[in-house]
C-alpha cells in the first residue's frame, strides 16, 4: 500500500494513512481490530476449507478474498465470530459484575431519559 505521498496526494487533506484501492470496511476491520494484538489470528471458511482456516497474517486473508478462495460472505461471517471472541468478556462483565451490571442499568435509563430530546419530541417551554 502507498503512503498518501507516494500516491501524489501530498498537501490534499485526507484521513487514510495508506491508499486502500479495495474500500472494503470488512478487511479494514480484520486488519486493524481482529488481527492488530501480537498474535492475533482470523479464522473463515475458505472455498478449499469449508470447516474453516485459521490466518495469522493479515496479507494472506487479503491475497486469499483478493484471489477468490474467501467469499465475501465468508470474510464476513468470520469477522462477526471474532468480533463475537472479542466482546464475549466485555459482556460477561457486564452480566456477572454487580458494580458494572448497575452502571449499565444508569446509562440504559441516561439513554431512555435522553430519547425524548434527541427525536425532538421535547415539549416547548
Known amino acids: 500500500e502507498k ?20 474500500k472494503n470496511p470488512i478487511l479494514d476491520y480484520v486488519q486493524h481490530i481482529v488481527m492488530s494484538p501480537p498474535g ?13 482456516h485459521t490466518y495469522d497474517k493479515y496479507e494472506a486473508v487479503k491475497e486469499d478474498f483478493l484471489a477468490g478462495n474467501i467469499t465475501p460472505d465468508q470474510l464476513k461471517e468470520g469477522l462477526i465470530e471474532s468480533l463475537n471472541t472479542l466482546l464475549q468478556p466485555v459482556r460477561d ?32 417551554n
Open 40 to 52: 492475533a489470528t482470523f479464522t473463515c471458511a475458505t472455498c478449499t476449507a469449508p470447516e474453516g
Open 93 to 124: 462483565h457486564f452480566t456477572n459484575d454487580e458494580t458494572a451490571k448497575g452502571l449499565l442499568e444508569q446509562v440504559r435509563e441516561f439513554k431512555r431519559e435522553a430519547a425524548p430530546v434527541a427525536s425532538g419530541d421535547e415539549a416547548p
Open 3 to 22: 503512503t498518501t505521498a507516494e500516491s501524489g496526494d501530498a498537501g490534499k487533506e485526507s484521513m487514510h494513512l495508506t491508499e486502500d484501492t479495495l
